[in-house]
DNA sequence: CCCCAGTCCTGCGGGC
DNA sequence: TGCCCGCAGGACTGGG
């Protein structure tokens, strides 16, 4: 499932294309269902093709196209969407192809399994809407105590839970905020505001370790298989994983068996040896 | 404010 | 052995 690592590694392995064109944005005729493209096809089309590709950038868990008009291209993976440039794990499931003219990278694909990514073209001003700060946090790699604290500190809600809203940081999602949390030795189930400082400060610091050490690996492909970076490889980050779909298995620190608990109807794994409340 | 259940979707694994 | 159900969860929505 594509969080923050997976999609910065999809952003890096695609920034070839960057000062190039893009010939055409090609909604491929995917057997299971076409992808839904907003807007429909035929303005995604015009407003897309013979743009140069001025820069792209990651917003959370999504990659952003800028085009050299200000429309952007938002690409959303979700759980099982993929950014390719090679020849794709199944081809049932190729949903877009991008092509580019005056660029090193010529050619990559939106590939989706299930098909809950979307793909979408957005105008300055729905940018700001719907990508904006009143919608989304700060970055998960930008953050600090202090920052941490003050948009979490007053909640009520379970530290694991308030991690995955996009809307106080952005970016984590279940993986990586069991993780985190691990490496901060922090139980997750403890409430935001009964937090410390000292503790937000692990937390910060645990996000950053936890996130950029996943992104020199290529994310965490898991074992169905379903992510890969661009090239179609496995990412390395789930042979680093401490707690993650562990349940059962010793701590490779404390040697207690890791647990399995539900938060907010998701599954959440930690060590009740090396995760304490406060 | 925050929680919860439902929605989208497919593949896989557990259980019978 | 084979089939079916439920689970996986990112983002969003509607109701409490």
Known sequence: MPELPEVETMRRGILGAVGGRLVEVERLACPRKPINLAP??????????????????????RV????GSGDAIVIEPRMTGLVLTCDPPDPLYLRLRFTVSGAKLREFWYWDRRGLGHVRLLTPAQQLAALGPTKLGPDALTVTAELLR????????AIKVALLDQKAVLG???LYA???LFVAGVHPAARCDQLSRPVWRRIADATLAV????????GSTLSDGTYRNVLNQDGGYQNQHRVYDKAGEPCGHCGAPIRRI???QRATFYCPGCQRRK
């Open 40 to 61: 429909r096809v035929d303005a995604f089309r015009r407003r897309t093709t013979g743009q140069d590709i001025a820069a792209i950038d990651r917003i959370g868990k």
């Open 64 to 67: 952003v196209l800028r085009l």
């Open 150 to 157: 003050e948009r979490l500190g007053g909640s009520r809600r």
């Open 172 to 174: 984590i999602g279940n």
């Open 178 to 180: 069991a993780e985190i």
């Open 211 to 218: 996130l950029e050490e996943a992104i020199l690996y290529e």
């Open 262 to 264: 539900v938060q907010a």
